[in-house]
């Protein structure tokens, strides 16, 4: 019996340190169980934070600081410092992870980064990108310009002002001028790129008069077919169109046209009255439309086939900048291009050039004496840039080690910036946000057409399903009845769209790279770029750089020179030469302190 009780102890004995033990057990695993929630609950809270106050402060730039905007604002703030102290007062009631979530380190570590959301938002679009710095001229200074569209060019007329400067021009086609492509087909000059100016284009305005180009009135007046969702439409003849019009009648709901004609009205008095500020610049076309009620209606048939004339695609049209869209119909305005009614005499006036783009630029190569096979190198792709003591070597598709120069512009787009400079090893952030700048590819090809198709008569552009643009080129250019067909057609395009097309006999066709001028891309071009551009002897360039269109092209050219270095009297040169259209008196008057500036 003594044996049988000492054997009932050690198996309680046991049962209670099994016991003892289950339960350290489970407490581990609540306590792990408690500590998963409750950083679950921190990563959370800390990715919805920034977005949260980055909403807030977009918020805040769009209207202004009303009272509900300040008030959410101050609470956001407030709300990591406020919200432990709250959990503390509640934690018995609270269950434990939340107390884990609210725990003093969480706090702070939300508010923190709360707080660098707003300083980044604050740095990148309140506070203006420091001014290109004019460095001094360098003796012999050697320096290659990569690109031989509108920029390149440019900034190698501007470079070569001062005859003895040795600057190479390298283009990967067998012709220069970029978008600015001109074809000759029987005896007429036919552009397939940069077709369209404004008056605003002050450097391109001021190139043509000095070179001798005329410039006349053309009309952008466009057509949308319609679909199996949206009615056609035309801003020939104002109004809904009448194309519309017959169009929603025979769809049985005339009263559409009517609410379509509402729209237009209300869009144009937005435009009268917009200005452009930042908190507008940063507002996505599609949350503008959306906010004001403007219909599905308005936005396909009307807003995104005129945006498609001036863009080339319609592809993101919608994720542009508002601000800068009520821009281009504004009437009287700088930026004014677009136009709802063709017919209106508010519509605003928009140039073409006589006899081709791409030969003014040809002019400027002969105007300083640039020779191909001595100073500009065509077929020439560059393929990588190599960082070769304190110089850059230039290293071309098909060929070995390439030359030596001091300064590098690079005058293509961001894409193949990205390339060029990946290949050649550089790293950091440059190529990473080269990599955010998107490009739809668009296949251009001029063509002759029946001497019967639709073209010939009504709109000089019409957009058919999906975003293909067709232009009746040479009644554009106002050297012909209709014969040649400019088509653009977008990756997006379903072959079945594209086999619809009657393209006729084609002439010739190039491939262009668009950049979609998104309300991101916005940012990233003239906040991020422009504080990372003109270091290290390598300035990029383009119109992506400066905006979209010829002028901004030219814009970004003219700062590409002066980051490399030009005189005075070049400096000078440049400000009278633009005076007549804008009087840009700071051009590069911002030098390095005891720079010597003169020519050498």
Same mark, same amino acid.
């Given at each position: 019996m003594p044996h049988h009780g000492?054997?009932?102890?050690?198996?309680?004995?046991?049962?209670?340190?099994?016991?003892?033990?289950?339960?350290?057990?489970?407490?581990?695993? #609540?306590?792990?169980?408690?500590?998963?929630?409750a950083l679950g609950a921190q990563t959370i809270l800390h990715i919805l934070a920034p977005p949260l106050a980055l909403w807030l402060f977009l918020q805040l730039l769009r209207v202004g600081p009303d009272a509900p905007t300040m008030s959410a604002l101050v609470l956001t703030i407030l709300l990591p410092i406020v919200w432990p102290c709250v959990?503390?007062?509640?934690?018995?009631?609270?269950?434990?992870?939340?107390?884990?979530?609210?725990?003093?380190?969480? %706090?702070?570590?939300l508010f923190i980064s709360v707080l660098v959301t707003f300083i980044v938002c604050y740095v990148l679009l309140l506070t203006d990108p420091p001014s290109v710095v004019r460095p001094a001229l360098v003796p012999n200074e050697r320096v290659a310009v990569i690109g031989g569209g509108a920029s390149g060019t440019f900034t190698a007329w501007m470079l070569k002002q001062d005859p003895r400067a040795t600057v190479h021009l390298y283009e990967a086609e067998a012709v220069i001028g970029g978008h600015s492509a001109t074809e000759m087909v029987d005896g007429k000059h036919l552009d397939m790129g940069f077709i369209f100016s404004k008056h605003s284009y002050n450097i391109y305005n001021s190139l043509t008069d000095r070179f001798g180009f005329e410039?006349?009135? %053309?009309s952008l007046s466009v057509a949308y077919g319609g679909d199996e969702k949206y009615l056609p439409y035309s801003n020939e003849d104002g109004g809904a169109g009448k194309v519309f019009r017959e169009a929603a009648k025979a769809a049985g709901d005339p009263a559409r046209a009517d609410r379509l004609e509402a729209e237009l009205a209300r869009f144009l008095d937005m435009s009268r009255s917009a200005t452009l500020d930042i908190g507008s610049a940063i507002t996505p076309l599609w949350y503008f439309l959306w906010r004001h009620g403007f219909s599905k209606d308005f936005t396909h048939s009307v807003l995104i086939p005129i945006l498609t004339v001036l863009f080339v695609t319609g592809h993101g049209a919608l994720e542009q900048s508002a601000g800068l869209t009520l821009q281009y119909f504004k009437p009287g305005g700088p930026q004014a291009f677009l136009t709802l009614n063709a017919s209106s005499p508010d519509s605003p006036p928009v140039y073409h050039t006589l006899g081709g783009v791409k030969y003014l630029y040809d002019q400027l190569l002969a105007d300083v004496d640039m020779l191909v096979g001595r100073d500009v190198f065509l077929s020439s792709p560059t393929r990588r840039l190599v960082r070769v003591g304190a110089q850059w070597r230039v290293d071309v598709v098909g060929g070995g080690d390439g030359q030596l120069y001091d300064k590098v512009v690079l005058a293509v787009d961001a894409k193949m910036a990205k390339v060029i400079l990946e290949a050649g090893g550089m790293g950091g952030l440059m190529p990473m946000v080269l990599g955010m700048v998107d490009y739809d590819d668009l296949s251009v090809s001029l063509n002759r057409v029946d001497p019967d198709g639709e073209i010939r008569s009504g709109a000089l552009y019409r957009v058919d399903e999906g975003g293909c643009l067709a232009g009746s080129i040479d009644r554009v250019l106002d050297n012909g009845d209709g014969d040649f067909r400019l088509q653009g057609i977008p990756p997006t395009a379903q072959e079945r769209v594209v086999s619809s097309l009657d393209l006729g006999e084609a002439v010739a066709s190039r491939s262009w790279r668009h950049t979609r001028w998104t309300v991101w891309e916005l940012i990233v071009t003239k906040r991020l770029v422009t504080r990372l551009n003109y270091?290290?002897?390598?300035?990029?360039?383009? *119109?992506?750089?400066?905006?979209?269109?010829?002028? #901004?092209?030219?814009? =970004?050219?003219?700062? $590409? *020179?002066?980051?490399?270095?030009? =005189? #005075?009297?070049? $400096?000078?040169?440049?400000?009278?030469?633009? %005076?007549?259209?804008?009087?840009?008196?700071?051009?590069?008057? =911002?030098?390095?302190?005891?720079?010597?500036?003169?020519?050498?």
């Open positions: 000492r054997s009932t102890e050690i198996f309680k004995d046991e049962e209670q340190g099994v016991a003892f033990k289950m339960t350290r057990v489970k407490g581990a695993l #609540d306590s792990l169980a408690v500590s998963n929630a959990m503390f007062k509640c934690k018995r009631r609270s269950k434990r992870w939340i107390r884990g979530a609210c725990s003093p380190c969480s %706090a702070c570590s410039r006349q009135v %053309a270091r290290k002897g390598v300035i990029l360039a383009g *119109a992506w750089v400066e905006g979209v269109g010829q002028n #901004d092209a030219l814009r =970004s050219g003219a700062l $590409a *020179a002066c980051a490399v270095g030009i =005189s #005075d009297a070049t $400096a000078t040169m440049f400000r009278q030469m633009v %005076a007549p259209y804008e009087n840009w008196t700071d051009f590069c008057t =911002s030098h390095v302190a005891g720079a010597r500036t003169e020519n050498v």
